[in-house]
């Protein structure tokens, strides 16, 4: 490991103990800590932390039970109990009060590397799965929802009571408010974090694959079923399932989920069988489902199946405040992704920024910083970097290149170069330029094709 084992080692035989210190030394990747007594290993317990602890059993003044007890009490340290041939029961006791293993004295050296390589593979793990969890929570937990606005706050308040609990949630917001990632902040800040969040888009899908998608499917239960299929429901089992514009989902459909949510159970297209389905449900949705409910587009007992709490997203144009702090984070993230020497954003362009209406929200103002941070070169993201359609309506001095003025040229020409400026940052990928000009791939390849590019 690139990060040093720390062993605590506990023995009142202190010839033993210096020289078990001298082979964790030989072995490599440890760093030992020897003490002569169980009142100095307590000591160095509350003092530091270990990795593993190497402990004599039977201790003049304190035993090896106490040091166990201690090094639980403290952490997730590994402890191993070293014990005489005659006290090999005490040792099995031990195992069943939270020691990892015990080993003979005098200690078999060959056997201690043995049994410490086990134990660090584990904390290997332990190590990698905490990094995965920190990368987690930095990514979904509440820190990664950025909002210091009013509404926001309001909005954090709802989401923290809510989390570690069952309960359906209903998100409701525009698109690109962030729906997916309340949902899954939800999930990692739930007691189901460890289990898997699934996500299924029912806009996504015809009304057929969508059902075979939720439920899963047999073999022969329709044309093309050549092999038994397991639908979200099922995949995520223990876990969170987010329904994702649930305000499209097909009334027939509707009806089937409506059984699952009030059964918690499933049964696969083409089978008989009910199969029990342990999963937090929580829905998104773009829509006024009460005006959908209205109009008989969307069932009433689901909708307030679904609606058991609601989040409501406020849109970015009604949370200005917050859009320097989303610029901040954006900028920091997308800098280092795309390994551009951006550092900051001139308060012009921040000003800029906060007068646009934003249909597209959240996203679209990442988007928009993206291609600044990708296509700027320079420290300092400044008007002249704004994407230029966005420069010809606030009547910024348009620059292209380097000694190439872009003054007084069309609407036309600015667009072209926009284009054009865009397609080089991403290396020809219509999707990825689409994406950060926030517009269709559609629209950009009529575009291409207006332009003759």
Known sequence: MSVPVTVLVVDDDAAHADSVGEALASFGGYEAHVVHSGQAGLAALRDGRYDIVLTDLRMADVDGMEILTAARRKGDAEVVMITGHGSVESAVDAMRAGATHYVTKPVNLGELREVLARMVERLKLRRRNTELEKQLDERFGWGSIIGRSEAMQAVFRTLKQVAPTDVTVLIAGESGTGKELVARALHQNSKRCAAPFVALNCAALPESLLESELFGHERGAFTGATARQVGHFESAEAGTLLLDEVGEMPLTTQVKLLRVLEQREITRLGSTKPIPVDIRVLAATNKNLLEEVAERRFREDLYFRLKVVSVDLPPLRDRVADIPFLIDSFVSELAARHA????????????????????????????????????????????????????????????????????????????????????????????????????GERTLYRKIKEYGL
């Open 340 to 439: 551009t020497p951006v550092e900051a954003v001139s308060p012009e362009v921040v000003a800029i920024l906060q007068g646009q209406p934003w249909p597209g929200n959240v996203r679209e103002l990442r988007n928009v910083v993206e291609f600044m941070v990708v296509t700027a070169g320079v420290p300092l993201l400044e008007p002249r970097h704004l994407p230029a359609p966005m420069q010809a309506a606030e009547g910024v001095p348009l620059t292209g290149p380097p000694g190439v003025s872009l003054a007084g040229r069309t609407a036309q020409e600015v667009e072209r170069e926009h284009i054009c400026a865009t397609l080089e940052a991403v290396g020809g990928n219509r999707a990825k330029a689409a994406k950060m000009m926030a517009i």
